[in-house]
């Protein structure tokens, strides 16, 4: 069973910084999409950035320019970096991956189990 843990989230300031963290683990991984999606309470989970085995990478219109995503595929490993956070990125981020474990191989779709990320001075 593909197992991802999520690491760096918590309190930030309006303007500043965090960098969350998710690796992957299991059997013989083939890892195709790996993304974050964070949920506010009160409203359903949402893509936040998403970035495919060859990089490209897709990210929400309330991110764009100040998040980035970034995937380490040799460790199974997936970032995003929060710059000029807001009061309206709080939220539950979790961590997302998909693609095949195993020889021959069963697909597979894995959440972590979610980091709080709060905004606010």
């Known amino acids: 069973q593909v197992r991802l843990v999520e690491s760096g989230g918590g309190l930030v300031q309006p303007g500043g910084a965090l960098r969350l963290s998710c690796g992957a683990s299991?059997?013989?991984?083939?890892?195709?999409?790996m993304g974050w999606y964070r949920q506010a309470p009160g409203k359903q989970r949402e893509l936040v950035a998403l970035t495919t085995k060859d990089g490209t990478t897709t990210y929400a219109d309330a991110v764009k320019g100040r998040f980035t995503i970034a995937r380490v595929n040799l460790s199974n490993m997936v970032y995003l970096g929060m710059n000029t956070v807001r009061p309206e990125d709080t939220a539950v981020y979790y961590c997302?991956?998909?693609?095949?474990?195993?020889?021959?191989?069963?697909?597979?779709?894995?959440w972590g189990q979610g980091t709080q990320v709060t905004v606010s001075s």
């Open positions: 997302n991956a998909e693609g095949w474990e195993g020889i021959p191989g069963s697909p597979f779709t894995s």
């Open positions: 299991g059997s013989n991984l083939r890892i195709n999409d």
